[in-house]
């Protein structure tokens, strides 16, 4: 259909001819030509249709719709800030400080022990505890819902835990707990394999999207694992470390204070499991235990250890003990104990062997408790060492028949003779002169033990020490008035032992034994522990004269310690073997041997100490066991020492007389 147009028509001129152009015409000269016009556009035919023209909208309206959709979304915006920032504030910032931050304690480093020069005996080095966020092994965070046993399954051959008690931890009552307690002081070997564990999973996790990195949560804290680099030496004495890094025997207990330092805390803010650096976190820092030095001379520590260890093996005995002393200081050079332990694993350790026996094992000394009754007898002036004493082979006192340890005929011994033959009667029969009546000599005997140290703690503060037994004379029965001058029913432990011998070294006076010389605090400053107490038990003549009365113990042909001679040294001793009660059952069983002096006689420096319980192969006479482990310790003390040997020959007392 055709439009038909309501405009009229353009009238059609007919063109004419052409004019030509006069050349330059309207045109300056010099000019250049002007361009030719634009051809005229073909008229447009009848009937043919105009193009229809398109207007656009206007935009405003569009505008205003999306600035009010803008408005809309800002003020949705600003209402839920102001009712964060504002209304609800410090109930979102304690919902995000429950969430976000985690606190944890900052283990304080453990202070070192060392021996006497410096030489560590126990250090710590670092180490970490396993932890974990038992929040990211939900359901809902790993999106799997064995989570905890799968980790769980990863970690037990790696820390050599259980699996069922790891995913028990990791999957606790408490849904809202944050921090748990995988495995303790782990090696930073341990850690490395948990790392590389957990990278191995988090890189598959990235390509594969149906794996799951079920260990994101394990976490690691800093801290330090207690080691004793020589193993069994000095165990004892050191004791060891707890799973909560606390102190559980010997010195690690005694100075766990001192040594365990103060814990610090730290706050901080984590995301997934690591620490989120641009979110403000707390810090207390922890501060370092003290150094503790021991009086301990970790080569002759050693070379006791190595004495009593062997002995006790070959005897097959149940344990021993060695103890080296300075007479003059009162120090411990030596605390030696057999069968001992190695800290580093107490789970190979025999309970029976933990501790130190040295201190805590109560024993019947036996002779070599003799020497108390002779300080006796000489200081209340009772007899002297060339006192005539005859010895029958019994002795009829209260119920009961006495006798020595070997049959024999009547002996004629001197006082010294007493000592020397070890004579279980002579010293009876000594003894009994203290005063008028058999219960006023057992009041004075009694009073002169107290004086040496027995039946009261050592002054060491050492846990588990026993004070031994010593009964109130009044209480001793009629056997026991007669058998304490001998050694039996009282009992010791080894250091009182020891001390006894020292004291009689150290010219009548008690030192008290030491085995810890001070602390180095973190700042590096030195503290001495406090100087030990001094008593004088008798006077400096009484132990001279004991002195020469125990040397001829070991040099006399007739002593019972001949075993324990060292050549170019002059040494004063006592052998001890006595009837053993049994801790078990509480009866007499086996037999205690000792063996305890000092050297040089005519100068101590050094007393040794030597107990062996319930030796079972070959003898169990403390002279010919204990003898020769007293030579062998001695011997190296000395050398280490740098003592020199003696210069004037002993002048012995006579043993026997002449009727």
């Known amino acids: 259909m055709t439009e038909v147009s309501d405009r009229e028509p353009p009238r059609r001129r007919v063109p004419g001819p052409a004019r030509p152009a006069r050349p330059g015409a309207g045109q300056r000269p010099g000019a250049r030509p002007a361009p030719r016009s634009r051809p005229a556009s073909r008229p447009r035919t009848p009937g043919s249709a105009a193009p229809k023209a398109i207007r656009l909208g206007s935009p405003r309206p569009r505008l205003r719709l999306i600035g009010l959709v803008l408005a ?123 790392k590389d564990l957990k990278s191995a999973l988090a890189q598959k996790a990235e390509t594969d999207t149906s794996s799951v990195n079920v260990l994101a949560g394990v976490l690691s804290v800093p801290t330090s694992k207690r080691v004793y680099p020589n193993n069994e030496l000095a165990a004892g004495i050191l004791g060891w470390v707890n799973a909560e890094g606390r102190g559980g025997g010997g010195i690690e207990l005694q100075l766990d204070k001192r040594l365990a330092g103060e814990d610090g805390k730290i706050r901080y803010a984590q995301s997934g499991g690591r620490l989120v650096p641009t979110v403000d976190s707390s810090e207390t820092p922890a501060v370092p235990g003290s150094d503790v030095e021991l009086t301990i001379d970790r080569d002759i520590q050693w070379a006791a250890q190595n004495a009593i260890s062997e002995q006790v093996e070959k005897s097959k005995a149940d344990r021993g003990y060695v103890i080296v002393q300075d007479t003059r200081t009162g120090e411990v050079l030596a605390m030696a104990n057999a069968p001992g332990f190695d800290p580093n694993d107490l789970s190979e350790a025999d309970p029976a062997a933990l501790g130190n026996a040295a201190l805590q094992d109560a024993f019947e000394p036996g002779s070599t408790a003799k020497v108390l009754s002779m300080a006796a007898v000489l200081e209340e002036g009772a007899a002297t060492p060339r006192t005539h004493v005859v010895v029958p082979n019994r002795l009829h006192r209260g119920d009961r028949l ?196 000092f050297a040089p006689a005519d100068q101590p420096r050094v007393t040794v100490s030597c107990v062996i319980q319930n030796a079972t192969e070959g003898s169990y006479f403390g002279g010919q066991i204990c003898g020769p482990v007293y030579k062998q310790v001695m011997e190296f003390a000395l050398k280490t020492l740098q003592v020199p040997p003696t210069g004037a020959e002993p002048a012995n007392f006579p043993v026997t007389f002449k009727r």
Not at 142 to 159: H, R, S, T, V, Y
Not at 173 to 178: E, H, M, S, T
Not at 545 to 574: C, F, N, Q
């Open 72 to 194: 809309l979304v800002l003020s949705v915006f600003v209402v839920r800030l102001l009712q964060v920032q504002a209304v609800k504030a410090d109930t979102y910032a304690a919902k995000a400080g429950q969430s976000l931050y985690v606190g944890q304690v900052l283990d304080a480093e453990r202070g070192r022990i060392t021996d006497r020069n410096g030489v560590a005996l126990a250090t710590s080095e670092d180490a970490y505890d396993i932890t974990a966020d038992p929040t990211m092994f939900a359901p809902d965070q790993l999106e799997i819902a064995d989570g905890p046993e799968q980790a769980a399954a990863l970690l037990a051959p790696i820390l050599g835990q259980d699996q069922d008690q790891l995913a028990g931890k990791l999957r606790p009552d408490n849904k809202a707990l944050r921090y748990v307690k995988l495995a303790s002081r782990q090696t930073p070997q341990v850690w490395q394999q948990i």
């Open 402 to 597: 006495f006798k020595d340890d070997v049959d024999h005929p009547t002996w004629y011994l001197t006082l010294n003779g007493v000592l020397a033959k070890s004579s279980n009667i002579g010293t009876i029969l000594a003894t009994g002169q203290l005063g008028k009546t058999q219960a006023a000599a057992n009041k004075v005997l009694y009073d002169y033990l107290r004086a040496f140290g027995l039946g009261s703690h050592t002054g060491l503060g050492f846990p588990g020490e026993t004070k031994g037994i010593l009964a109130p004379p009044g209480t001793w029965s009629t056997s026991q008035q007669y058998t304490i001058p001998f050694g039996q029913g009282v009992s010791v432990n080894a250091m009182q032992a020891a001390s006894v011998y020292s004291t009689i070294a150290n010219g009548g006076v008690r030192v008290e034994p030491a085995l810890v010389r001070g602390t180095k605090e973190p700042d590096g400053s030195f503290t001495s522990a406090p100087k030990p107490e001094k008593t004088r038990v008798v006077s400096q003549k009484t132990a001279k004269t004991l002195a020469r009365m125990l040397e001829s113990v070991v040099d006399d042909e007739e002593g019972t310690g001949t075993k324990a001679r060292i050549p170019g040294y002059r040494v004063a001793g006592k052998t001890g073997t006595a009837n053993r009660v049994d801790p078990a059952t509480g009866k007499y069983h086996g037999y205690t041997s000792s063996f305890a002096g």
